[in-house]
């Protein structure tokens, strides 16, 4: 507890009238036992709390632990407990007691406390705690000394996202810097869970955790922040300040963890630089790049540093691979004057496998005398530990499905397996272990999870596709989703032993008559055997893409019989889609083979637009459409062209005339991707015609409004279209609003469309929104226009003299107006504006009213207003309540004055 009171800790409070001389020596023990109390408070630099879940499930057990560096020289204040803790539950301060004390250099002492916490249920706990108190000459906190020291962490407790502890930080919070050099501090934060993080800057606290009063970020050459991603802390740069050197600062930062999205609890570093002025320059660490590695394997680099001032160099390491169990190690290879380099070397094994990458960061640190200040370079890289890859994987034919097998992965700690597959080989090769799982760019897609060793694809129930070579990989995820390396690829196909479907193409177009070309490869793999002879096929059509409402419509006792023309048909309103079974003789009955996978024909759509035809077109087939060739109706030749080819399924036909009519079809060009079929396989769309209308509204013109105060109007100008985004913008619709709340109404319209400005006048108030609307030749208007208001020309001002004698000039007190000398208006009294209505009061020197008006404008004659009798030459105090016009609606604004009545 602090004691501290001026009062009594004064030697003038004991005086040889107020004790005796023998009870003299008791009392400056007394008084040294109670001022050193506040003697031994003075000594926090830094800390922060952290904390690990123990559990077991179900309990919410924590180990929570505190460190503290300290003043070592204020050797009264060491605290071997900590007891002003809150566990952020409710509950009251528990004691922490320390459980290891090192003694370090430049007066500097680093403490730990531990303590254990079981919380009762779910919620954000805010685990905090204040120790009076901070050390002295803080620059960048005044008066330091007396300002408790306060750190806290939150702790999330929530069974959706499961336990969770907190980052490790790796890096000591205290830190050394030189004037004009650029400071550098991360606290190489790990997170054991796995977790990513991030990090914000926030200030220092004091009493109750409250920000401290004065306190600032310390003065830089150009700036001061952390990098929200990496957590570099960067000063660029410290500045000399008064008083000597060295000179300490304090900042503090936060690090959040974030678990699918959301944040899940933080970390508060309050963290002590010591800066100084220095002859030295730090050393220089080479270039390090970021890397990966399969669990079980060795990771292994050199990282090199050079004193540029011939300087010994120290080279030592932290952060998360140095951390966990079967850690990293840092083995010197060689040493000179100035540079020593370092051997990285990991064995890891599959506790280390987590989808965020460890971060191992390096620091080289100059040799210099004990009263110099060394100079440090941090550099650091991002390691992925990747899950080895599942082993040994096979494909098989299975009928229409294919068969996948595969041995576990080295490490069996997994939670299931991904299978991915694409249509052909993938020609290059995916290198892990930096890209792990299936990249996009191999043209993998994932098609199932599985928790088993084994997977048969039969594409969800339909069947496979014969004639197309599927490749595979699997992968394995493991905890925290962390996706392992891919198997190498296999492929297999079908067996070639039913019908393949090659043609759904449109001979014809037309609502009736029209005409579908049916074409399929027999089977070449047909085992005789056990599906002997007579064979039929039996084909099936139905609207559609999938074959939704299949119906036989023709039947072929011939395996060499696989083309159909089928009509009449309306080819011209709906796409269709076929399939073909296989039949064999069994013991004198037909009896169903297997079928063919359905395919349908290219189904185009057009949508018109201004000067254009956007083209869109869909098909489901077995094989796989490369490109699509467009083809448009020569209106002079009256063959269609080949305009264009695409690997979309969409195509724009621009620079068209608006009311003319353009006809098209689409030729798909496909295979399958083996062999032994029709290459390319050519199918064509229906003939569609469409016409292009403008339906395109005119982009909004820039307005802008300019007001002229003494003219009573706004001024509005605005950006021709036909210039920009539009050609046939013939006129303009001018809205207007008094106000923010009340709706626009048209005003005007401006028939020129190179006629843009417009001028609104004869207003009695010029506040107000404006809008600027075009519409082209079909009627086509803007939708969105841009709004733009004014609310300038606010004004109403009272002359500070009138003379009512009868003259006619100047007999009546009114504001400033048309009739006020044109000179004066130019320069100290406009007339009045955007005035609604107003309330005014004039009193004499007693206090009297003598007249009261809503008039706006006044008009006071100078005689008493209930008796009609001249009032006396001489000062009257007048309120007046002034109600503006503003586009947010009416301002009451008030004004108070004197004016000299003279006669």
């Keep these: 507890m602090k004691i501290r009171n001026t009062k009594y800790c004064s030697s003038s409070f004991f005086s040889d009238s107020f004790l005796r001389r023998s009870l003299y020596a008791f009392a400056m023990l007394l008084l040294f036992a109670m001022c050193s109390k506040e003697v031994s408070a003075t000594h926090n630099r830094a800390g922060e709390i952290t904390y690990r879940y123990i559990g077991p499930p179900p309990a919410w057990t924590y180990e929570v632990t505190i460190i503290t560096y300290t003043k070592t020289s204020s050797f009264q204040a060491d605290r071997p407990t900590l007891d002003s803790v809150y566990w952020g539950d409710g509950s009251g301060p528990v004691v922490f007691h320390r459980t290891y004390r090192e003694t370090l250099a430049n007066d500097i002492t680093r403490n730990t406390y531990i303590n254990y916490h079981t919380y009762s249920g779910n919620g954000n706990f805010l685990i905090h705690f204040e120790d009076p108190n901070r050390n002295s000459g803080v620059v960048n906190i005044p008066g330091s000394v007396e300002v408790p020291f306060y750190v806290s962490t939150e702790l999330n407790i929530n069974p959706y996202i499961g336990p969770n502890s907190s980052p490790v930080l790796t890096y000591p919070p205290i830190d050394r810097g030189c004037v004009g050099r650029v400071f550098i501090h991360n606290a190489n934060a790990y997170d054991p869970d796995g977790d990513s993080l991030s990090y914000e800057l926030t200030v220092c606290r004091g009493l109750n955790g409250a920000p401290i009063p004065g306190y600032s970020f310390p003065v830089t050459s150009n700036s001061f922040s952390i990098n929200a991603i990496t957590g570099d802390l960067i000063w660029d740069s410290p500045i000399t300040v008064s008083g000597f050197a060295p000179w300490e600062y304090n900042v503090a930062f936060r690090i959040t963890e974030w678990r699918n999205g959301s944040p899940i609890g933080y970390v508060t570093r309050d963290m002590q630089i010591i800066i100084g002025n220095c002859n030295n320059f730090p050393p220089v660490i080479q270039p390090l790049a970021d890397t990966c590695v399969v669990a079980g394997d060795t990771l292994a680099f050199n990282i090199t540093a050079i004193d540029p001032d011939g300087n010994g160099v120290r080279l030592s390491g932290s952060g998360g691979p140095f951390t966990v169990s079967d850690s990293a190690v840092l083995i010197p290879i060689t040493t000179s004057n100035d540079t020593v380099t370092s051997q990285f070397y990991w064995q890891t094994n599959c506790s280390h496998i987590r989808s965020q990458p460890y971060y191992a960061q390096f620091k080289a640190e100059d040799l210099l005398p004990p009263d110099s200040i060394t100079l440090v370079s941090l550099a650091g890289v991002f390691i992925r530990v990747i899950g080895p890859a599942p082993k040994n994987l096979v494909a098989a034919a299975n009928g229409n499905a294919i068969q996948l097998n595969w041995d576990p992965p080295a490490c069996t700690e997994l939670l299931y397996y991904k299978v991915y597959r694409r249509s052909g080989v993938y020609p290059g090769t995916i290198p892990c272990p930096c890209d792990n799982g299936a990249p996009a760019y191999s043209g993998y897609t994932l098609i199932a999870n599985t928790p088993l060793t084994n997977y048969l694809d039969n594409d969800g129930g339909i069947g496979l596709a014969i004639g197309v070579e599927y490749c595979y990989i699997i992968t394995a995820m493991y905890r925290d989703s962390s996706e392992s390396c891919a198997t190498a690829q296999v492929c297999a196909s079908l067996k070639k032993d039913l019908p393949v479907m090659t043609n759904v193409d449109v001979q014809v177009t037309s609502p009736t008559a029209g005409s579908m070309y049916v074409a399929w490869s027999k089977p070449t793999e047909l085992d005789t055997v056990q599906s002997p002879p007579p064979y039929q096929y039996r084909l099936y059509r139905s609207t559609g893409f999938v074959g939704a409402s299949l119906s036989q419509i023709a039947t072929f006792n011939d395996l060499n019989d696989t083309i159909f023309i089928d009509t009449p048909l309306d080819t011209k309103t709906n796409p269709w889609s076929y399939r073909v079974e296989l039949y064999y003789t069994n013991n004198g009955v037909l009896t169903l083979k297997g079928n063919s996978t359905t395919a349908s024909s290219v189904f185009l759509s057009i949508a018109p637009t201004d000067n254009r035809l956007v083209l869109s077109w869909e098909e489901h087939v077995p094989w796989a459409n490369n490109s699509y060739d467009i083809f448009k109706l020569n209106d002079v030749t009256l063959v269609y062209d080949s305009i264009a080819s695409t690997t979309l399924k969409n195509f724009t036909d621009t620079g068209l005339v608006n009311g003319n009519t353009y006809c098209y079809y689409v030729r798909s060009v496909g295979e399958y991707t083996f062999p032994g079929f029709v290459d390319p396989i050519l199918n064509r769309s229906q003939r569609e015609c469409a016409i292009p209308l403008d339906n395109i509204n005119p982009c909004?013109?820039?307005?802008?409004?300019?007001?002229?105060?003494?003219?009573?109007?706004?001024?509005?100008?605005?950006?021709?279209?036909?210039?920009?985004?539009?050609?046939?913008?013939?006129?303009?619709?001018?809205?207007?609003?008094?106000?923010?709340?009340?709706?626009?109404?048209?005003?005007?319209?401006?028939?020129?469309?190179?006629?843009?400005?417009?001028?609104?006048?004869?207003?009695?108030?010029?506040?107000?929104?404006?809008?600027?609307?075009?519409?082209?030749?079909?009627?086509?208007?803007?939708?969105?226009?841009?709004?733009?208001?004014?609310?300038?020309?606010?004004?109403?001002?009272?002359?500070?003299?009138?003379?009512?004698?009868?003259?006619?000039?100047?007999?009546?007190?009114?504001?400033?107006?048309?009739?006020?000398?044109?000179?004066?208006?130019?320069?100290?009294?406009?007339?009045?504006?955007?005035?609604?209505?107003?309330?005014?009061?004039?009193?004499?020197?007693?206090?009297?009213?003598?007249?009261?008006?809503?008039?706006?404008?006044?008009?006071?004659?100078?005689?008493?207003?209930?008796?009609?009798?001249?009032?006396?030459?001489?000062?009257?105090?007048?309120?007046?309540?002034?109600?503006?016009?503003?586009?947010?609606?009416?301002?009451?604004?008030?004004?108070?004055?004197?004016?000299?009545?003279?006669?």
């Design 700 to 903: 909004a013109p820039e307005l802008t409004v300019e007001s002229f105060c003494l003219d009573d109007l706004n001024k509005l100008t605005w950006t021709n279209p036909n210039n920009s985004c539009a050609d046939d913008v013939l006129k303009y619709y001018i809205y207007f609003a008094p106000s923010l709340i009340s709706g626009y109404e048209l005003i005007d319209s401006v028939l020129n469309p190179t006629d843009t400005t417009y001028l609104h006048d004869n207003l009695n108030s010029l506040a107000g929104c404006y809008k600027v609307t075009a519409i082209d030749s079909v009627g086509n208007e803007t939708i969105s226009p841009l709004e733009v208001c004014v609310d300038t020309c606010r004004q109403y001002v009272l002359p500070s003299v009138f003379t009512p004698n009868g003259d006619k000039r100047n007999d009546f007190f009114h504001p400033c107006d048309e009739t006020t000398a044109q000179q004066i208006q130019e320069t100290n009294c406009p007339p009045y504006k955007n005035v609604k209505d107003i309330l005014i009061k004039i009193y004499n020197r007693w206090g009297t009213l003598v007249f009261e008006s809503t008039d706006r404008d006044i008009n006071w004659d100078g005689k008493e207003q209930k008796s009609g009798k001249d009032c006396a030459a001489g000062v009257y105090y007048y309120t007046c309540t002034v109600n503006f016009y503003r586009v947010e609606g009416v301002e009451p604004v008030q004004l108070k004055g004197y004016v000299h009545l003279i006669r």
